[in-house]
């Protein structure tokens, strides 16, 4: 979400004629946008924005926005901690960038956070807003902000509020669009997809209309998928506790929507979910991964899972490991617990867990998953996979990299190098943990979309 952010930041940039700079002396204007998600992005920050004073210094002119989560969550910290920064802005700023932007050249700096209660339709989905996109051949596409749940470890409600559903159409005529530029994949974005339009249901149902309060995920994939030229079609995030078997038949039934699919698991104990507040247990998680196998076999799993929230025991740990063992995941992004400022969780410290018990937990974990990462990769190995090229390798320029459309990456030897976003098929020769390698069988189609030239003013 926070990318699709800054690439709309970058668009509405360049729509009021500035353009990128390729170093750092070239620039006249330098905007983070920052995401509290991880650990240290707060150190992050500041540290940058110590040495962006020096830039600054250098020479008149120059200005520093700061964005996203972080300023949402503590826009006064920021101001008093880095007080040369020309724009203070949350989350919920982002069509307004150019804007403030202004106002601080002519002002002085700048502070705007703007909670959802005043917000517009394009505060709400910066989709509809100009874009610079890294790739030209997929995009992502917003259709939804925000968040209902109250995960004990998240920060996501606090920074980027309520959930809201873009309306139905917007999506389906966004994607349209997309793909008369020649984009061929999407990747709808939200925090809770699963939960995508129930807002919407209760809105109309408020308003006297007759409708049954129902998610609208499962019809969004299928309209989607039938647009004509979209040939993938991902999704992230999807949330257990509302994942239901409309959305894995319509996956299922929709060619255009990947084999694969994203499903944070978290834990594997029933009473560390709970604490966590998700909402589902280890079984109900369990019978929807089963679901999903029976109805796309060879789908590619892949989860999060947490080591060491406050309270895990030895045993809900084992309980990881042992549901760990049944999904045989294709891969497992695992993170160590670490508090956010503001959530429930940071507030549990009687029940931290001391940092090297949490470590050798997290060691018996890798060791866990990665037999399975490398199994579910070898059972590649013979195959002939659809794969979309992302590029040169960045070892070796004569092999390109491309993904599946189980979203695993492959390596593969070409006699020239092919664009990003040509489709082909590959033989896939060997497996690793996290990636594959293969040698190049055919070309399917070149990829339509305009290359952008740089053109340098003279
Ligand atoms: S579902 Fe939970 S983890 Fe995901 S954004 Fe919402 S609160 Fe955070």
Redesign the pocket.
Same mark, same amino acid.
């Given at each position: 979400m926070n990318e699709h952010d800054s690439e709309r930041i970058a668009g509405l940039l360049e729509a009021d004629g500035m353009s990128r700079a390729e170093t750092d002396d070239d620039a006249d204007v330098v905007v983070l946008n920052t995401c509290c998600i991880r650990e240290n992005a707060d150190n992050k920050l500041y540290g940058t924005l110590g040495h962006l004073k020096t830039w600054k210094d250098a020479k008149d002119g120059r200005r520093i926005v700061v964005g996203g989560c972080l300023s949402q969550k503590d826009k006064d910290v920021v101001r008093d901690r880095a007080p040369w920064v020309d724009v203070v802005m949350g989350t919920h700023n982002v069509h307004r960038t150019n804007e403030l932007l202004q106002l601080a050249i002519v002002y002085g700096p700048v502070t705007e956070i703007l909670d959802e209660a005043v917000i517009d339709d394009h505060a709400l989905f910066p989709s509809a807003l100009p874009v610079r996109r890294e790739t030209s051949y997929n995009a992502w596409v917003t259709i939804q902000i925000g +968040?209902?749940?109250? +995960?004990a470890? +998240?920060?996501? !409600?606090a920074v980027?509020g309520k959930e809201i559903s873009r309306p139905f159409d917007d999506i389906v005529n966004e994607v349209k669009q997309l793909a008369a530029n020649g984009v061929t994949e999407v990747t709808l974005l939200g925090?809770?997809v699963n939960s995508y339009g129930r807002d919407i249901n209760l809105a109309e149902r408020k308003s006297g209309a007759d409708v049954r309060v129902k998610t609208m995920f499962a019809d969004l994939l299928r309209e989607v998928g039938a647009v004509p030229g979209i040939q993938r079609v991902r999704y992230t995030?999807p949330?257990p506790k509302d994942m239901r078997s409309d959305v894995l038949e319509a996956m299922a039934e929709t060619p255009a929507v990947c084999e694969h699919l994203h499903y !944070?698991l978290q834990s594997g104990s029933d009473r560390v979910l709970a604490l966590m507040h998700?909402g589902y247990t280890a079984q109900r998680y369990m019978e929807q991964l089963r679901e999903a196998r029976r109805l796309m076999p060879g789908i590619a799993i892949t989860t999060d899972i947490i080591v060491g929230f406050p309270g895990e025991t030895e045993e809900d740990f084992e309980q990881t490991l042992a549901i760990a063992s049944e999904a045989k995941f294709d891969l497992v992004f695992a993170f160590i617990f670490s508090p956010r400022e503001g959530t429930e969780a940071a507030l549990m410290t009687e029940h931290f867990i001391e940092p090297e018990v949490v470590s050798r937990r997290f060691e018996r974990l890798r060791q866990i998953v990665e037999p399975h990462a490398l199994e579910m990769h070898e059972a590649r190995v013979g195959l002939v996979e659809e794969v979309v090229v992302e590029g040169p390798s960045r070892k070796n320029e004569g092999v390109m990299t491309g993904r599946t459309r189980q979203n695993k990456l492959v390596h593969f030897a070409t006699p020239s190098q092919l664009r990003p976003g040509t489709y082909c098929t590959v033989y896939i020769t060997r497996a690793a943990p996290h990636f594959l390698q293969g040698r190049l069988v055919d070309i399917l189609q070149e990829p339509t979309h305009k290359i952008r030239i740089p053109v340098a003013s003279v």
């Open positions: +968040c209902d749940n109250t +995960c470890y +998240c920060i996501v !409600p980027r925090q809770n995030s949330h !944070p998700r």
